[in-house]
């Protein structure tokens, strides 16, 4: 047989687990009460039905003694001891024995000697077997003229006994095994209740978004999840301080590399206007637009460190509005070089959100600027701003972005094929969309209505903006 490997077996759940330790002791009790309260049944019905053996007893001895007196001899098919003889689930016999051991009448498989001498009031009780079958013995012995020294056994079989014993068991096992069977749901539910802290735990974990490493909250968390909080947020803290590494690293770097690159590109500007060099243009040209292009990525880099560090601090209330109106009008000079039609769609009035305005500058200044680098002269470009739920969206009338690429655009360094001839190095948004994980917002990308590409940053609601 293929056994599953241990790791793809599902692993138990602790509820189970807990549920299984908690009912096993139960069974075990359940099982341990039967073997006691069937001891204890047995025990009482055999009081009970002794009590009832000796009256038959008695009465026994009562009608020998009355037959002997009358007629000087016992008539076991009498009547009257047929009748205290007879029952109709047990068997009984009985014996009559004078004080010299001779028997006067009834069964002489019944064994004598089981009285103490001279006890003429109660019976003594023995088991004896009789064939195959178990029974309870009465020895009653007394004296009278009639028979002097008599001894009197009735003996009957078990039957009533052992169904007596297991009555009364049943009725109080079947109570313990309902209640038991009553408890699984209950200590099922109790259970859960116990462990909804670790479910709670477990959704504030998976709720967090990637840029959530501030410490997780031990208030309410009972003393056994104490630990792992802490270890959590020690882990916390590990990956904050590396991010944090890894960020100062590339703004250093960024930093390091502006100064060399400013100078580079102030020797090529220099060397460019130097006649001397007249039969160099062409490839100090190309150092130039090389030296752009460095000097643009080393911006970007800037950006997106800078976005990263800044996180959800400084938020400030500000208006929508107002701030897609600068962006657009910043961009319109060249917007007209390319024959774009570069417009603002929006009410006048503000749409205030909590938000940081130099984040969302980035955002909307990369969008723009994709729109306009991506869409053809003489193109259309709008920029919107809506205020149920506020946010703002860039369309364009360019080539648009196909639906299987929409995921990939927003990876860093991702560049499609075709805007291979644009320049760009592909981070412009990944820093969109850091912009808008630090401001709880949604980042769309779709199909917009003028034919082209539309990016939208729609934040949750009014008040989650301001939040
Ligand atoms: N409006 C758009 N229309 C068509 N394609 C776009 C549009 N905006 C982005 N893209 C595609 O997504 C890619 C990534 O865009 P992104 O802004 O991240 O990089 P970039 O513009 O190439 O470089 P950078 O923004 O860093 O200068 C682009 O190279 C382009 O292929
Ligand atoms: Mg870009």
């Known amino acids: 047989m293929n056994r599953a490997p241990e790791t793809l077996r599902s692993p138990p759940t602790l509820s189970r687990i807990l549920l299984a330790w908690l009912l096993a002791p139960l069974f075990v009790l359940l099982v341990v009460s039967g073997f006691l309260t069937y001891r204890y049944a047995a025990h009482l019905a055999e009081t009970e039905r002794d009590l ?32 205290l003889l007879s029952d109709n689930r047990d068997h009984r016999y009985f014996a009559v024995y004078d004080d010299s051991g001779v028997l006067l009448g009834g069964d002489p498989r019944l064994p004598r000697g089981q009285t103490s001498p001279g006890n003429t009031e109660r019976a003594l009780f023995s088991t004896i077997a009789l064939g195959d079958d178990a029974l309870r013995l009465a020895t009653m012995k007394g004296d009278e003229d009639a028979i002097p020294g008599y001894e009197i ?23 313990q095994a309902l209640v038991i069977l009553l408890a699984i749901p209950l200590v099922l539910y109790g259970i859960r209740r116990g462990l909804r802290p670790i479910d709670m735990l477990r959704n504030t974990i998976t709720r967090r978004s990637p840029q959530e490493l501030n410490d997780l909250s031990s208030s309410g968390t009972p003393r056994e999840l104490l630990p792992v909080v802490a270890a959590l947020n020690g882990l916390l803290l590990r990956v904050r301080t590396a991010q944090e590494e890894q960020r100062r690293f590339t703004t250093d770097a960024a930093h390091q590399i502006k100064t060399p690159l400013a100078s580079l590109k102030a020797e090529i500007d220099l060397a460019l ?52 109106k600068e962006i657009t009008e910043a961009f319109l000079p060249i917007a007209d070089a390319h024959h774009i039609d570069l417009g603002f769609d929006g009410p006048e009035h503000t749409i205030p959100i909590r938000g940081n305005a130099v984040l969302l500058r980035e955002a909307m200044k990369n969008l723009v600027d994709n729109a306009l680098k991506f869409t053809p002269d003489g193109g259309t470009v709008t920029v919107s701003v809506d205020d149920t739920p506020p946010g703002f969206s860039v369309a364009d009338s360019g080539p648009g972005i196909p639906q299987e690429e929409r995921a990939h655009v927003l990876q860093r360094f991702h560049r499609s094929h075709d805007s291979a001839a644009i320049e760009g190095s592909g ?30 940053l729609t934040f949750e609601d009014r008040a989650a903006g301001q939040s």
């Open 153 to 175: 056994l009735v003996a009957e079989t078990m039957t009533r006994r052992n169904h007596l014993a297991l009555r009364l068991s049943r009725a109080v096992l079947i109570p």
């Open 273 to 324: 206007s130097d006649p001397a060099h007249a039969c160099a243009q062409p490839v100090l040209q190309r150092l130039g637009a090389d030296a752009n292009r460095l000097a643009h990525l080393v911006q970007q880099l800037l950006a997106l460190a800078h976005t990263e560090a800044q996180g959800r601090s400084g938020l400030t209330l500000l208006d929508l509005t107002e701030l897609a």
């Open 52 to 83: 009832a053996l000796e009256e038959v007893t008695d009465d026994v001895k009562d009608d020998v003694i009355a037959e002997l007196k009358s007629k000087g001899s016992i008539d076991p098919g009498s009547l009257t001891l047929h009748l």
């Open 427 to 456: 981070l412009g948004l990944a820093i969109v969309q850091q912009v808008a994980l630090s401001h709880t917002a949604n980042l769309h990308v779709g199909e917009s209505a003028l034919g082209g590409a539309l990016f939208s």
